[in-house]
Each structure stands twice: as C-alpha cells, then as structure tokens.
C-alpha cells in the first residue's frame, strides 16, 4: 500500500457480502461530490448529512434500485475527504450493479482499510485509535468490547499524557535541585522525586504487565474440561453450551478428537474445550490419540475443569496435568450426585475448589458458575489500567521508558548527578511519546491495514 496522499475516489462494500435487508456500499475521495450531484439531477449541491431517497440508475439509464443515501462533505467525514454512503436493499446483485456504477465514473475498488488509512493520513484518527477501530470489529466478548471503545475514544492516550506530565512536573522539580544548592531545599522536596518516580515506574509496571490479559481479553480464556472416560465431560459440555454438541453414551471412551465451543460468563469469552476422557490403557489407536491430543492441549490452557464421576474412585491424573493445574485455575467438578452411590470426593486435591452436580439431571450448576466467576475474577480480572490493553509495540516503549526511570531514581537516591538524572527523566518522556506519534512507517502501516476488512 503506497502512502502518498493521492486523492483518488474508491468505493467498497461494507456490509458482508450475501442477502440482508439492507446493504451499505460506501465511497470517499473528491469524486463523490460529483457522484452526489448526478444523483441529485441538475447538478444541485448535496446536503451533507442529510438522508435522500433517489432513485439509482445505471449508465444507460436503466433503474437498479432505489436507495437511500448520505453525502458528507470534505474535513468532516471519517475519512477527511468527501464521502457518500448509499444504503441499498441487500441483494449481491444490486451492490455489484452500483460498485460497477461507480466504477465506471472513475472510482476503484478499495483496498483493506482503505477508509481508515485515509482517516489516519488526514489526521481524524490517531495511531491508537486504528488499532481501537480494529479491536471493536472484532471483538468476541463484552470485555474485549469495553477494551477497544477505551483505545477508540483515546482513553489509551490520555492515561499515558498523564504520565507525561507528571514526568514533566517532576523534571521542574528535579531542575530546582540543580538551580538551588542542597542545603536551600526543604527536605521534603529532597526526598520527593524519588519516592514520585518509584510511583510512576509501578504504574508503568502495571500497564506492562497486559500482555496475558491483552490475549486472554480479545482471545478468550481456554478452557479444558478434562476426566477419565465417562465422568459426564461432554454431557456438562452440552449442558454449559445449551444444546446437544458433543455425542454422549454410556461406553467409555464416545470423545475421540476434542470438541471447541464458545461460551460468555461474566462478560468473558470462554474457549471451552471437551476432551478424550484420560483412560490409564487405552482401547486402540484412536483413543491413544485422543489421549495425546488432550495432553498436548495442557500447555497452552488457562482454566481447567476435572470432571469426576463421584460414584466411583477419583483416578491418578498424568504429572503434565497435575503441574499445571493449581487452586486458583481448576475446579474439581464432582459429577453424578443424583446417584445414590455418589459420595463426596473433598480429599482429591483437598485445597482445590470443588462443585458437586449432576450434569444428567442440571443439578446445581448455579454452584459451579459462582466458584468459576469468582476465580476468573480472582486470576483474569482487568484493572482499569489493564482494560487499556497495550500492545507488543507500545509495551516496547513502555519498557525503554521503565529502563530511563530506572537509571534516574538510581541517580536521585545516591544523591548523585541531578543534571544526568533529568536527562534521564527527558528519554523517559521521549519513549512515552512514541506511543501516541503519527507513524508513517510503511512496513507498520501495511501490516496493520491488512488486518481490516475491506469498506472499512
Ligand atoms: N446418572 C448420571 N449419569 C450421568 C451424569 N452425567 C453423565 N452421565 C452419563 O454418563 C455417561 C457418560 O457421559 P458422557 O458425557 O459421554 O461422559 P464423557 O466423560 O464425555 O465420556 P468420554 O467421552 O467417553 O470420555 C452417559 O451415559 C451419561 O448419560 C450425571 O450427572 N448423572
Ligand atoms: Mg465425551
């Protein structure tokens, strides 16, 4: 994708390709004042913002469809540029008959993100605030919602301005240090920008510390539902997914490959996976395989759920397991309490949370939901700083600033060079600032674009 401001018309589709009820094909460049003319006859000037009804023909006259449709005038359209909107009934053959239309008036079919690139290049978006228009279109959950309006309303760069000034406000306190001598300063002012900048670099330490949420946020928490054959794994599956997913019987060994669904609970998504049910020897090949397929799924989960079939002995779970789970992301599910041979199993992983149900007859599951919210509040939970969700790129810069901040509190408690420590203090605002600066590296750019959807 070149970066020159050219000023060439595009249009796209926006809506999904297929039949809606609606659909809207959008166009931006300085062609579309034209285009809104033609469609006005006698080349009157459109209205922005104003919704017409026309009727749309082609270049031989010929009715394709009667629209409703929006100009916007240049400066103050999301692109910058003059833009027009046409809302049409949703027929794939009537959005290709207007995209042809346009084109054939000189306009090209847009690239990915062609819209927002120009909204960025015009300066009506921020670099932040891309990535915000790109994490709403795609987020899966509530709380990846909440995160990317954060980035989008510029959330994400007003905490990190504030953190400048209260790094620029230090500096003048630092630079008193070196325009006064020592003795002529208050020893509350000596001590204080120590103590302030040990208070900025803990708060940069928290947004450093998103990675794992960033991913668990806009990726959802996986899941493992894990037992020996015939606990009542993919029956509590089908339960928590509300219809019939996973194959259930009464033989051992029905899961052969595991089963993913998706599921919200407390405004998280939850990648729930329904597993081979782990039997010590194995009948064949295809259940070895489901065995491994489930070992190897282990590593990469952040919550597990170990169905037992409370009637009978708990079983030995392999080590790769037991090192991974722990009391605070696994919840022993002690299944089949409607049985009367079903007894309690609270010595197996004594220390872990344990729900008793039945997943046969929906008995208590309310149990098992409030024990599960309460860890993922406990482990995954967003603190307002969190929920702002910086990325790789950003954290980088974040990290270089902890690194200058680190050298200046260094130098301030040893009392030694102040002129050095508020040098170190200016990198440390320079880093924060790449954060919020207008990039135009191309490889950057090219990158993230190709991420959005076209008519985006
Ligand atoms: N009585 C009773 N039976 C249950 C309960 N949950 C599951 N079952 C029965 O137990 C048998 C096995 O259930 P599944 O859900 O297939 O068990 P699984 O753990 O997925 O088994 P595999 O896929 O073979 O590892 C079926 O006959 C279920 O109807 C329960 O709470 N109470
Ligand atoms: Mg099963």
């Known amino acids: 994708m070149n970066l020159t401001s050219d000023t060439d018309s595009f249009v796209a589709q926006s809506t999904p390709p297929g039949i809606s009820a609606l659909a809207l094909i959008r166009a931006s460049g300085s062609s579309c004042t034209k285009y809104a003319e033609q469609l006005l006859g006698k080349n009157n000037s459109p209205i922005p913002r104003h919704a017409y009804f026309s009727k749309l023909k082609n270049g031989e006259g010929e009715l394709i469809d009667e629209v409703v449709w929006i100009y916007y005038e240049p400066g103050s359209s999301y ?103 020592e003795d002529e300063l208050p020893p509350e002012d000596k001590d204080g920008p120590p103590a302030q900048i040990k208070k900025i670099i803990s708060r940069l330490n928290s947004l450093n510390a998103t990675a794992k949420n960033r991913e668990i946020i806009q990726n959802g928490i996986n899941t493992l539902i894990l037992g020996s054959p015939n606990a009542g794994k993919s029956s509590l599956l089908n339960l928590l997914v509300g219809h019939n997913r996973a194959l259930v019987s009464k033989e051992a060994g029905t899961t052969r490959d595991y089963i993913l669904e998706h599921i919200e609970i407390d405004g998280y998504l939850i990648n729930l996976f329904d597993t081979a049910g782990l039997n010590i020897s194995p009948k064949g090949e295809l259940e070895s395989l489901g065995i491994e397929h489930t070992l190897e799924l282990v590593d990469q989960s952040d919550f597990f759920l170990v169905v037992l079939d409370s009637t009978i002995d708990p079983p030995e779970l392999p080590a790769s397991i037991v090192s991974a789970i722990n009391p605070r992301n696994c919840i022993i599910v002690e299944n089949k309490i409607d049985l009367p041979e079903s007894r309690t199993r609270n010595d197996y992983f004594a220390d872990f949370p344990h729900s008793r149900i039945s997943a046969l007859d929906n008995l208590s599951l309310e149990d098992l939901g409030s024990k599960w919210k309460n860890l993922i509040a406990q482990n995954f939970e967003i603190r307002e700083e969190e929920g702002l969700m910086f ?66």
């Not at 909107?85 to 239309?101: Q, S, T």
């Not at 008036?105 to 228009?133: C, D, H, W």
């Not at 959950?141 to 400048?164: C, E, M, P, Q």
């Open 79 to 181: 692109t910058g540029e003059a833009m027009i909107e046409i809302m049409p009934h949703g027929n794939p053959l009537i959005c290709k008959m207007i995209i042809e239309d346009f084109c054939r008036r000189g306009f090209r079919l847009a690239e990915p993100g062609e819209f927002t690139k120009r909204a960025y290049l015009n300066k009506k978006l921020k670099f932040s605030q891309i990535k915000g228009v790109l994490e709403t279109i795609h987020a899966q959950s509530d709380r990846a919602l909440s995160a990317a309006r954060k980035r989008l309303t510029g959330a994400s760069d007003n905490h990190i301005k504030g953190i400048v000034q209260e790094l620029t406000k230090l500096r003048a306190e630092i630079e008193a240090y070196i325009d006064f001598p």
């Open 391 to 456: 990325d790789l790129r950003e954290r980088s810069f974040i990290q270089e600033s902890l690194e200058e901040l680190e050298q200046a509190h260094q130098l301030l408690s040893e009392d030694s060079s102040t002129e050095l420590a508020a040098f170190h203090l200016i990198r440390a605002s320079e880093s924060l600032h790449k954060i919020n600066e207008h990039v135009d590296n191309e490889a950057i750019l090219d990158e993230l674009f190709s991420r959005f959807c076209i008519g985006k």
